[in-house]
């Protein structure tokens, strides 16, 4: 399975930008970046994926390197309710979860 | 229903005593995974359901664990003799398409049953 690496912990302010960096060197040509997030207590939540563009929606952008064997979650202006564990993950395979970043978004 | 349901959402149970938990997952998705997450780790794959077959069950830790999946639809996570190890939250997952399909693929996962072993 293609692994993916990404930082224990990243910490942010409030209102600012926020880039989640996830490494992911062995991804095969097919394997679309898929990023999760859960809150504590709850399941993970989809956030927004992407296959070789860089990808918007309402909660988060997503950029691609060219290479495809990086990418960075950004959440624009980070808020209180952003902090969450983010998972980057591979969707192609058995969808093997890391141990994702640890969001803290101090007030 | 509107998501991804698990019952029960607790469980506590007696250490070698059995365990059923189910998933219930949205209608219509075809795939449907099964995750363990222990206090504080990441999420462990256990196992996936295309339809009621399973191609890939190699993450069931023993064969203590078994799941079965019926009608395309619900599915069951069985642990037999429960260890204490076992504690954990387990996590169902649906989709509309299995992993390699062409399209997005997004995972419903469902709040969790949370086991406790005693």
């Known amino acids: 399975d293609a692994k993916t690496t990404q930082p224990n912990s990243m910490e942010s302010n409030e209102e600012e930008p926020v880039h989640l960096p996830c490494n992911h060197s062995t991804i095969s040509g097919t394997d679309y970046i898929h990023w999760y997030r859960q809150l504590p207590s709850q ?40 902090a969450a564990v983010y998972y980057c993950i591979l969707r192609g395979s058995r969808l093997t979860f890391g141990e994702g970043t640890q969001l803290t978004v101090n007030p | 229903g509107a998501g991804v349901s698990q019952s029960p959402s607790n469980k506590v ?19 449907l995974y099964w995750y363990r997450q222990s206090l504080g780790q990441g999420l462990e794959f256990l196992i996936y359901f295309q339809g009621n077959s399973a191609p890939d069950k190699s993450g069931l830790p023993s064969d203590r664990f078994s799941a079965e999946r019926t009608g395309g639809s ?24 299995a992993p390699q399909g062409s399209n997005t693929g997004e995972l419903f996962f469902g709040e969790g049953s949370r086991l406790t072993v005693l």
């Open chain 1, 43 to 82: 399941g993970p939540e989809y956030v927004i994926h992407g296959l070789t563009s860089n990808v918007n929606n309402r909660m988060a952008s997503l950029a691609i390197a060219e290479d495809r064997k990086s990418s960075t979650l950004i959440l624009h202006r980070a808020t209180l309710r952003d």
């Open chain 2, 13 to 31: 149970t007696e250490k070698g005593k059995d365990v059923e938990l189910r998933c219930d997952p949205i209608s219509g998705h075809t795939a």
């Open chain 2, 74 to 97: 619900v599915s069951t996570l069985t642990i037999q003799r429960t260890q204490q190890e076992d504690s954990a939250v387990y996590l169902c997952a649906s989709s509309l398409n």
